[in-house]
């Protein structure tokens, strides 16, 4: 399957009106799984990569509530960077997907939200070995 339909960009409703604007994410309905953990990253810069790492297990959507990003991803065969420049779209990165997250302005802060509790034991960290879990 195509790493863009794997990954799919998702816009989300804004429900703003006079007063501002409001995103709502709703674990299971928005994103395509219900949300056990949310984690932001800030105060990284133009000078930082980020992630380089694949999960077993967890599912995340990235979203940049304030400032932008870039992730580059891939499954071991094709490569897709994303912009994350707008509150109100994501990403959604499957198990098994390698991400690198670079290029952040200074106010940068990158919303993670993930279908599961940490466990740094579910991380590979190492490209090659992610490599020869894919190809298995
Ligand atoms: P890391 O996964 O290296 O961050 P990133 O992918 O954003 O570059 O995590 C940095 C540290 O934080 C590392 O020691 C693990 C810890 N951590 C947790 O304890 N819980 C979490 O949910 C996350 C994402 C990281």
Request: proline content about 3%; hydrophobic content about 35%.
């Amino acid at each position: 399957m195509k790493l863009s339909v794997m990954c799919p960009v998702l816009q989300f409703s804004e429900l703003g009106d006079e007063r501002g604007h409001l995103v709502v994410v709703e674990g299971g309905t928005s994103i395509p799984f219900d949300i056990k953990r949310v984690f932001y990253i800030y105060g990284s810069d133009r000078t930082v990569v980020r992630g380089q790492h694949a999960n077993r297990k967890t599912e995340f959507v990235l979203v940049n509530v304030a400032g932008k990003s870039k992730v580059r991803i891939t499954d071991g065969t094709e490569e897709l960077i994303v912009n994350l420049d707008k509150p109100n779209m994501g990403v959604y990165l499957p198990k098994m997907i390698w991400k690198d997250m670079y290029d952040f302005s200074e106010d940068s802060v990158l919303l993670c939200f993930a279908s599961e509790h940490y466990d740094g034991s579910e991380y590979i960290r190492d490209y090659d070995e992610y490599l020869q879990s894919v190809k298995k």
